[in-house]
């Protein structure tokens, strides 16, 4: 099987390798258009600002890449959130996958509630093939202060100051807020079973 990991000068991205390194998969880490054609399985993982990102997007063209693709494609964190159409950071156009806003974190109070949103938290409403396997007893590690709206496509929720999707699914692409390289044996199994669709 052929992983690509999209390149696009974002954090993080070496943590995803390695992960996928444990699950026995040889990734390929480009920004290269026909490598990313190619390959059966897609991963768009990364921490950082989203008008930065999406500036090297274009500058790659990978902006219009990204939408157009067939196979299997999993966005993590940041990569979540750029395949949205709108995010709040720096007022920013993003690809459109989904139609769903991010919006910054605004807590309610100071003191119980901290942005960004560090640390384990659960996950809720599973039931979606990505998530056989888990029950709401799985906790996986966030680090953002931006959410995803809760829309038709969310088909796991996370509540910090209020509820927000922890996952999305649309087509052939899915999307997770929190770091499944850092989420221990729950965040094992999401990938695996992102690695797993399609098989016969």
């Given at each position: ?8 000068n ?10 996928l ?25 990364g ?19 990204i ?10 964190c ?29 807590p ?6 901290k ?68 989420s ?11 690695l ?5």
């Amino acid at each position: 099987m052929q992983v690509a990991v999209i390149k696009y000068n974002a954090g993080n991205v070496q943590s995803v390798l390695y992960a996928l390194e444990r699950l026995g998969v040889d990734a390929v880490l480009t920004d290269d258009f026909d490598t990313i054609q190619k390959a059966d399985k897609v991963i768009f993982p990364g921490q950082g600002e989203a008008s930065t990102a999406m500036r090297y997007l274009k500058e790659k063209k990978l902006d219009l890449l990204i939408p157009q693709l067939r196979q299997p494609f999993f966005g993590v964190c940041l990569g979540q959130q750029l395949l949205c159409e709108y995010s709040e950071e720096n007022d920013t156009p993003c690809l459109g996958v989904f139609p769903v806003k991010v919006k910054r974190f605004i807590p309610e109070s100071h003191e119980e509630f901290k942005v960004p949103h560090v640390g384990w938290n659960n996950l809720f409403d599973l039931g979606h093939p990505l998530l056989n396997g888990l029950d709401e007893t799985a906790f996986v590690y966030y680090v953002h202060s931006f959410f995803c709206e809760l829309s038709d496509f969310t088909i796991a929720k996370t509540h910090y100051i209020h509820d927000f999707a922890a996952l999305m699914h649309r087509d052939n692409f899915y999307a997770m807020q929190a770091h499944p390289e850092k989420s221990g044996k729950v965040g094992e199994r999401i990938l695996e079973n992102f690695l797993r669709i399609g098989e016969k």
